[in-house]
């Protein structure tokens, strides 16, 4: 079993930051991918970032936050991170944690990320 505790969510201006972190605990085998998802009010799942296993990982971003956003991870700690820059109030969803490891699939809570006008 591997948990996921999201943190570094809330509320913020239109041209804010957030930094979103992601810790992964439990049985966690290596190599592992981690990204991030959001879900915001009406709309679909859908995803944000991604980053694969590696020194640097090879990362994916949604076209929408692209530029904007930067993901991360810290191997030695289990954790990726979610850098959000330059955020629009269409930013604003809750944001989830994800892990993968071959065929399993963990999911964090969420976190709550709103982004006023």
């Known amino acids: 079993q591997v948990q996921l505790v999201e943190s570094g969510g809330g509320l913020v201006q239109a041209g804010g930051s957030l930094r979103l972190s992601c810790a992964a605990s439990?049985?966690?085998?290596?190599?592992?991918?981690m990204g991030w998802y959001r879900r915001g009010p009406g709309k679909q799942r859908e995803l944000v970032a991604d980053?694969?296993?590696?020194?640097?990982?090879?990362?994916n971003y949604a076209d929408s936050v692209k530029g904007r956003f930067t993901i991360s991870r810290d191997n030695a700690r289990n954790t990726v991170y979610l850098q959000m820059n330059s955020l629009k109030p269409e930013d604003t969803a809750v944001y989830y944690c994800?892990?993968?490891?071959?065929?399993?699939?963990?999911w964090g809570q969420g976190t709550q990320v709103t982004v006023s006008s």
């Open positions: 980053i694969t296993s590696g020194r640097t990982g090879n990362t």
């Open positions: 439990g049985s966690i085998f290596s190599p592992y991918s």
């Open positions: 994800n892990y993968k490891f071959e065929s399993l699939l963990y």
